[in-house]
């Protein structure tokens, strides 16, 4: 299993942007991806995250409004649409995949992190 996030970059303050996560390897039929941040000088934390069986997803309370989780089963990718940006949203932002159909916050149950991508939103 492996993760490939990509689509950070600079944006504007109020602009959007979209982070892709692409997934190899086993089938993620049994699985759930989430989205974490870390910005600097700061815990990484949740964002967001899917069950890649059925769709459902969960968000962070201050993400919820926001930002949209979403996957695409025939590219086998997991997306993060992110609007109305902040600079407060600036962070490395990472994908990660926990086994048992677990999509929550809890960070211990991600099994496999993919590399960071980073976002930075001037104001």
């Known amino acids: 299993v492996q993760l490939q996030a990509s689509g950070g970059g600079l944006v504007q303050a109020g602009g959007s942007l979209r982070l892709s996560c692409a997934t190899s390897?086993?089938?993620?039929?049994?699985?759930?991806v989430g989205w974490f941040r870390q910005s600097p000088g700061k815990q990484r934390e949740f964002v967001g995250a899917?069950?890649?069986?059925?769709?459902?997803?969960q968000y962070a309370d201050s993400m919820k409004g926001r930002f949209t989780v979403s996957r695409n089963n025939a590219k086998n990718t997991v997306y993060l649409q992110m609007n109305h940006l902040n600079a407060e949203d600036t962070a490395v932002y990472y994908c990660a995949a926990a086994p048992r159909f677990y999509y929550g916050s809890n960070q211990e149950e991600y099994t496999v992190w993919g590399q960071g991508t980073l976002v930075t939103v001037s104001s």
């Open positions: 390897g086993r089938p993620f039929s049994t699985y759930g």
């Open positions: 899917i069950r890649w069986s059925g769709g459902f997803v």
